[in-house]
Every structure is written in structure tokens, then in C-alpha cells.
């Protein structure tokens, strides 16, 4: 509101100034990120393009719309110049503008690019993931057309869900990493940079954020494994304490510190 008013798009005082979060209101979801082992479980899996609309998401951490998006035109020397976003059908700008930094490609993730754009024909412009008519591919039908069906099989008879037959119960084969959307590939990024040791400012700067806080807050998820080895750190640098000489309530020396005492002070 304060921005609204600002821009001169309000006048007046803020109607929600004294509005306040019910204390009964349920607490908000646990956000999902992805470890580097299930992406490359995930891509073993997809077939192209869905794959590769997936590693980029993976190892650039680009939103949705902005996967939907991308040109070829914005893939060159080595990085993506992301120009644009695409949501609900709608062309838009990044989302801010340290949305419209570069962002590096990374080997791997370029010759996926490369054999993807040999497929497609060798263009030199043009959306990077098209559909049959040359425009953007719609990512929400690869979901479910592509990668739904291939990480959701049956544990019997090993069939995707979809082609499951019918005289047994579809169990899911929970050896298939699960898909928890496109989003939690970019935290996954931030989440496995986080992992390798990479600053938190350093991040914020691949992910485009804002504000350092939005990538601390959301997009950095710390595992139990990350927990105990922080905690054997501690324990580790944490000086051994010298052994002290075991003795009673008056200071009586004990030699025998496995004896049992007769009486109890």
C-alpha cells in the first residue's frame, strides 16, 4: 500500500492497517527442495524435452514461466539472458529486475542444450522449448503428459499409473523419486550450492533475488545429514576434558571408582 500511494495508484489510508493473522490458523506447508541425487534420478528417467526443460530448471534455478520463456536469442557465451516470462498464456518481464541478470550455464546443462537444439533442428532463434507449431511449450502439459507417467509407476507389474492394469491395487514404486513441482527445483538449487559451501550472497545472486533473506528463508533447506554433521563439527572441536579424580561428598580420595558406597549423602 505504501508503494500504491507512492505511485499515486491510492490515496488514503491503508483498510487493512489493524489486520491481524488468526492465532488458530494452520501453519503454513513445509516447501519442498530437491537433492542433487533426485535430479539425476528424475533426469534418468524423463525423456526430451521434458528433461531438458528439467535441468534447466534444476541447474539454473529458473522459475517456471521463465523456462516457458526462454529464446534462443538469450543463449550465448556461456550464459542465459533471461528476457522474459510466460504464465497462463501471458508474455510478461522477469518478476524484478535483478530477475534480468545473466545467469551461467553450466557445462552439463550446455550440451543438453545443444543436443536439444540439434533435435529441434539446429535454430538459431525462437523459443527453446516449442510445440509443433513453433510456439512456447506449454510446461503444465508436459507434467502431465510426460513426467507424471514416467515417475509414477506401478511397483507389481512396473507399468505407469495411467496404464495400470486393473486386476491388481496400483501401488506406487517409491524407488522413482516423487514430483513436487517445478519450484522445487530452484530451491533445490539453492539448497545443494548451500550444501557445497557456496555463501548465501552468492546464491542470491543465481537465484536473482531481491534480498538475501527471501534466499535464506525459503530457498535453503537444510537436511538431517547437513544437522548431524554440524553437530559432530561441534563435537569434534570441542577440547577433551581432562579425566578429574573421583571423590565423595566430604573429599574423601576414591581409588576404586567402581565401589559401590555403603551409604548415600
Not at 533426469?43 to 534444476?58: N, Y
Not at 501471458?90 to 550455464?105: E, H, L, Q, S, Y
Not at 546443462?109 to 536439444?116: F, G, I, P, S, V
Not at 538449487?189 to 538475501?212: E, F, K, T
Request: glycine content about 6%.
Amino acid at each position: 500500500m505504501s508503494l500504491a500511494k507512492q505511485q499515486d495508484y491510492f490515496r488514503g489510508e491503508n483498510p487493512a492497517r489493524d489486520s491481524a493473522i488468526s492465532p488458530n490458523a494452520p501453519e503454513p506447508q513445509e516447501t519442498y527442495a530437491y537433492t542433487l541425487e533426485e535430479v539425476q534420478a528424475i533426469l534418468s528417467l524423463l525423456p526430451e524435452p521434458a528433461a531438458t526443460a528439467f535441468a534447466v530448471a534444476a541447474f539454473m534455478g529458473l522459475r517456471h514461466g521463465e523456462v516457458q520463456g526462454l529464446l534462443w536469442e538469450n543463449f550465448r557465451d556461456g550464459e542465459m539472458y533471461v528476457s522474459r516470462s510466460i504464465w497462463n498464456g501471458r508474455v510478461t518481464d522477469t518478476k524484478t529486475r535483478k530477475g534480468r541478470a545473466p545467469v551461467p550455464v553450466i557445462r552439463q546443462l550446455a550440451e543438453r542444450l545443444e543436443m536439444h537444439r540439434l533435435r529441434c533442428g539446429n535454430p538459431k532463434a525462437g523459443p527453446i522449448f516449442a510445440n509443433a507449431v513453433g510456439k512456447p511449450l506449454s510446461l503444465g502439459s508436459v507434467v502431465n503428459r510426460t513426467i507424471l507417467p514416467a515417475l509414477n509407476h506401478c511397483e507389481t507389474c512396473h507399468k505407469p499409473e495411467l496404464d495400470h492394469d486393473e486386476d491388481h491395487e496400483f501401488k506406487r514404486d517409491a524407488s522413482r523419486p516423487e514430483w513436487h513441482g517445478w519450484h522445487a527445483a530452484r530451491r533445490g538449487l539453492g539448497s545443494n550450492l548451500y550444501r557445497l559451501g557456496v555463501p548465501d550472497m552468492v546464491i542470491q545472486r543465481i537465484l536473482r533475488h531481491a534480498n538475501v533473506s527471501t534466499t535464506a528463508t525459503y530457498y535453503i533447506k537444510t537436511a538431517a545429514d547437513d544437522v548431524r554433521n554440524a553437530m559432530a563439527k561441534l563435537e569434534n572441536s570441542i577440547p577433551v576434558a581432562k579425566t578429574k579424580t573421583l571423590t565423595d561428598t566430604f573429599g574423601t580420595l576414591n581409588l576404586d571408582s567402581t565401589a559401590v558406597p555403603s551409604t548415600v549423602n
